[in-house]
Structure formats: structure tokens, C-alpha cells
């Protein structure tokens, strides 16, 4: 197989549109067979339920090349799960997981041109989505959907090396309790970009969310779960209802029990109590885990003794683990790779 002729190492995260993509029709109480297709564009009616009143949801994995030239994507299993949990959250048909993962795995393979060469640090970004198509203007479910998945090519995320992330405690709320926060849906998303937006104006990388209900537990980020290290290195994170449930962040806890040999919490963890750790990460299926330097909350700094120059050790060690799990550097707890091919 030829690769397209891209400069993967100066890939940024953005749009490339490749050559196929998965959809399958839900009509009549049923989902379709499903097919690959070629046309990056959808027709709906102005009227559709996701238009008006944002019935979506979608997925984030990615197909990588290993060491020994597999392609393989990291525990899609949970990832079709969590969509199924979307769906039934958002009103929406579940589509089957075992589905989900026909249809990665057939839209990889169709794109195996653009996954990007072992060693380039670039990926290939995986978008499963799924939204109410049909039209819509009393607030109801809608009667049809579209299960949907792209792919594209992303640049390594450290590009020029590691810099650890200034945040800022946000005023705005990300979820509410008995809300939607433990579901990737897109409505999540669209009320956070003011936040994001007036964050990065202000000179942060990102915004920590507390908790809606009494604004003094750490949730999470926008779109990454935190974890934090002790002065013992006891690996933290934090846990509530409302916080969406990482991948990333559920394999760290698993190397650093596993691997690594540390003691794992997850725990409500509060405020207060992030100015003792020792380092602080966020973890998604972008990064992996990007180190956080400083947390400022109207003005008070709290500066880890990681620092502002490199990822703290254990931070780095579990980076470099799940990393080599995922290159198939190191070998995986059973069941975490995929090969497509
Ligand atoms: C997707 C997402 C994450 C990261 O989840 P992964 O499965 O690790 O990619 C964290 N927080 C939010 C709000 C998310 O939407």
C-alpha cells in the first residue's frame, strides 16, 4: 500500500479530508446494512433534530502504526460502548457496539493510505458521530438518524517538545449534577467554546471546571480528564458523576497500578487540596497526558514542583508507557489492541 505523500511530522490537528468514510441510515425503527462512500458531504432537511436542537453525539480514537507494522486502534471496545450510553442519554437508537467497531475497522482500512508511517508521531484521528436527521420542530426525538465515521490525519501533539499547560479555574460551569457530563455529546462542547475562547485571550491554555453543585471539587477540563501525583507518588483522579469517562484516563490508572507498580485512587478530590500535589496531567485520546504547570484561580498560583520546562517524572513514566503499549512497544493487557491489519 503506497501512503498519500503527506508531511506527517508538520501535521497540525485540523480537517484533511481522506478518501472514504462510513454511514449507516436508521429508518423505520431499523438501522441499514451500513456502506463505505466517497462524498464528504451531507444533505439534511433545515429542519433536522441535530440542527435544532442538537441530538449528537460522537467519538474521538485512533489508528496508529506499531513498531511491526500493524495498523491497530486502542480499545474501541469502549469506545462503542460509551456511544451506546450517549445514545440512550440523547433519546437516539443505540447503534450496536459490535457495529461500531465493523465500521472503525472498515473505515481505516479504507483509508490505510493516510495512517500515518510508525515513528512520524502523526496519527489517524477516528470520528465516529451519530445525530437525528429527519425534521424536527416540536421537541421530540427525531424519527431518523445517521451513524457516521471519518477519518483524518493528525500531526504528533508535542510538536517542538513538551510545554506544560498554564489553566485557569473557570467562573462557568462545564456540567450539572444529574446533567450531561458523563456523555460525549456535542451540546457539552458548544457551551464551553466561550470559555475556551475568553481563556485562551487571557493567556491559558484551558479552563479546570469544579463542580457545578458547590464550585470546591476539581471535575475536569473541557475535553480531558485530570490526574494528579502525590508527593508519594500516589497517582489521583478525581471522581464524580459528571465528569465524562476517559479512555486515557482509565488505562493510565491501569499502568500505573499494573506497570508501574503505584497506588491509584479516584476520588472526589478538592480544590483545596491541589496546591500539595506534586504534578498534575491531562489525559485524552489527543495527548495521551499533557503535563499541567501552573493552576491560577483569580489570581492565586499554584505552581507545581514539576514545573514549567519538562513533564514530571511520573507523568513522563506513564506517558512513555502507555505510548509503548499503544506502538506496540511494550506488550498490552489483553484485549487493548485492535489490529485492523
Ligand atoms: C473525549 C473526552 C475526554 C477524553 O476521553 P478519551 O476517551 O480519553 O479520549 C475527556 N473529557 C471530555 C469532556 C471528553 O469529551
Given at each position: 500500500m503506497e501512503k498519500k505523500n503527506i508531511d506527517w511530522a508538520n501535521l497540525g490537528f485540523g480537517y484533511h479530508e481522506t478518501d472514504k468514510r462510513y454511514?449507516?441510515?436508521?429508518?423505520?425503527?431499523?438501522?441499514?446494512?451500513?456502506?463505505?462512500?466517497?462524498?464528504?458531504?451531507?444533505?439534511?432537511n433545515e429542519c433536522a433534530g441535530v440542527l435544532q436542537y442538537a441530538q449528537t453525539c460522537f467519538e474521538g480514537l485512533k489508528a496508529y502504526t506499531t513498531e511491526d507494522g500493524r495498523i491497530v486502534t486502542f480499545r474501541p471496545d469502549l469506545n462503542g460502548e460509551r456511544m451506546e450510553d450517549s445514545c440512550r442519554r440523547l433519546e437516539m437508537p443505540v447503534f450496536p457496539k459490535e457495529r461500531f467497531l465493523d465500521a472503525v475497522t472498515k473505515t481505516v482500512a479504507a483509508n490505510e493510505a493516510y495512517v500515518p508511517p510508525y515513528g512520524s508521531g502523526a496519527t489517524l484521528y477516528i470520528r465516529p458521530y451519530l445525530f437525528g436527521s429527519s425534521a424536527v420542530i416540536g421537541v421530540k426525538p427525531a424519527q431518523e438518524y445517521q451513524f457516521r465515521v471519518f477519518t483524518t490525519p493528525v500531526g504528533p501533539y508535542f510538536k517542538g517538545g513538551v510545554k506544560p499547560l498554564t489553566i485557569k479555574v473557570s467562573d462557568l460551569d462545564r456540567a450539572a449534577p444529574n446533567g450531561t457530563g458523563h456523555i460525549k455529546a456535542g451540546l457539552n462542547y458548544a457551551m464551553s467554546l466561550h470559555a475556551i475562547?475568553?481563556?485562551?485571550?487571557?493567556?491559558?491554555?484551558?479552563?479546570?471546571?469544579?463542580?457545578?453543585?458547590?464550585?470546591?471539587?476539581?471535575?475536569?477540563?473541557?475535553?480531558?480528564?485530570?490526574?494528579?501525583?502525590?508527593?508519594?507518588?500516589?497517582?489521583?483522579?478525581?471522581?464524580?458523576?459528571?465528569?465524562?469517562?476517559?479512555?486515557?484516563?482509565?488505562?493510565?490508572?491501569?499502568?500505573?497500578?499494573?506497570?508501574?507498580?503505584?497506588?491509584?485512587?479516584?476520588?472526589?478530590?478538592?480544590?483545596?487540596?491541589?496546591?500539595?500535589?506534586?504534578?498534575?496531567?491531562?489525559?485524552?485520546?489527543?495527548?495521551?497526558?499533557?503535563?499541567?504547570?501552573?493552576?491560577?484561580?483569580?489570581?492565586k498560583e499554584i505552581v507545581f514542583p514539576s514545573g514549567m520546562s519538562e513533564m514530571g517524572s511520573v507523568t513522563k513514566k506513564l506517558y512513555d508507557t502507555l505510548t509503548g503499549i499503544q506502538m506496540g512497544r511494550i506488550e498490552a493487557p489483553e484485549g487493548w489492541i485492535h489490529v485492523i491489519k
Open positions: 454511514v449507516s441510515y436508521y429508518k423505520d425503527g431499523a438501522w441499514d446494512e451500513g456502506a463505505l462512500v466517497t462524498d464528504a458531504s451531507i444533505t439534511i475562547v475568553t481563556a485562551h485571550e487571557e493567556g491559558f491554555d484551558e479552563n479546570m471546571y469544579l463542580d457545578a453543585g458547590t464550585r470546591t471539587y476539581v471535575e475536569e477540563t473541557g475535553g480531558a480528564n485530570f490526574l494528579f501525583v502525590t508527593k508519594d507518588n500516589k497517582v489521583v483522579t478525581p471522581k464524580s458523576d459528571s465528569i465524562l469517562p476517559s479512555i486515557t484516563r482509565r488505562s493510565l490508572m491501569v499502568v500505573a497500578k499494573d506497570y508501574l507498580g503505584l497506588e491509584v485512587e479516584e476520588r472526589p478530590v478538592a480544590f483545596e487540596e491541589v496546591k500539595d500535589f506534586a504534578e498534575c496531567g491531562l489525559c485524552g485520546t489527543a495527548a495521551v497526558i499533557s503535563p499541567v504547570g501552573k493552576v491560577v484561580d483569580h489570581g
